[in-house]
């Protein structure tokens, strides 16, 4: 017909497609989880920052595991999130390094010098088509591990 555009329908996933659960979509899940778990829980944290979320896989882009959970807690609207730039540059002032764990010690030394009450560390795992997420959030005010969380979930291929 003249005036109208012909488009052909887009091509929808495969029911295959569906069914396999990526690397990505797992972990995006097991963030999502986390978090929420995290929103459940009582605290009187009201300031966070996300240290780096260590892994040895190399095949994981662990800057945009944390610029993932990062954007989680702040959709949350419960704490006041510190960015990971504005962390980098708080600590390169003080000549503090960002990455490593997260000791007591420091978690009060690091946390007093940026103005957050809590830090949030973990490890990310991928392993024998199995995706594992450990994440720890640490007053900084004490170094108490006031809340953690692993878990887990099968990648199938």
């Given amino acids: ?67 993932k959970l990062i954007t989680q807690l702040v959709a949350l609207d419960r704490f006041r999130v510190i960015s990971r730039e504005r962390l980098s540059e708080l600590l390169d002032e003080q000549s503090l390094s960002v990455t490593g764990t997260i000791d007591p010690g420091s978690a009060v030394e690091i ?4 103005g957050v009450e809590g830090f949030i560390e973990g490890y990310l795992s991928v392993e024998n088509d199995q995706a594992s997420l450990s994440l720890n959030l640490i007053e900084t005010s004490s170094g108490v591990i006031l809340w953690a969380k692993t878990l887990e979930s099968p990648i199938e291929r």
Avoid: C, F, K, Y
């Fill in 1 to 67: 017909m003249p005036g109208h555009i012909m488009m052909e329908p887009a091509t929808p996933p495969t029911a295959i497609e569906e069914q396999q659960p990526t690397t990505a979509r797992v972990i995006d899940r097991l963030i999502e989880e986390a978090v929420s778990d995290l929103s459940e829980t009582e605290m009187e944290i009201n300031s966070l920052a996300v240290w780096e979320i260590r892994t040895q896989t190399s095949a994981v882009d662990v800057t945009a595991i944390t610029q």
């Fill in 111 to 114: 946390g007093s010098l940026i």
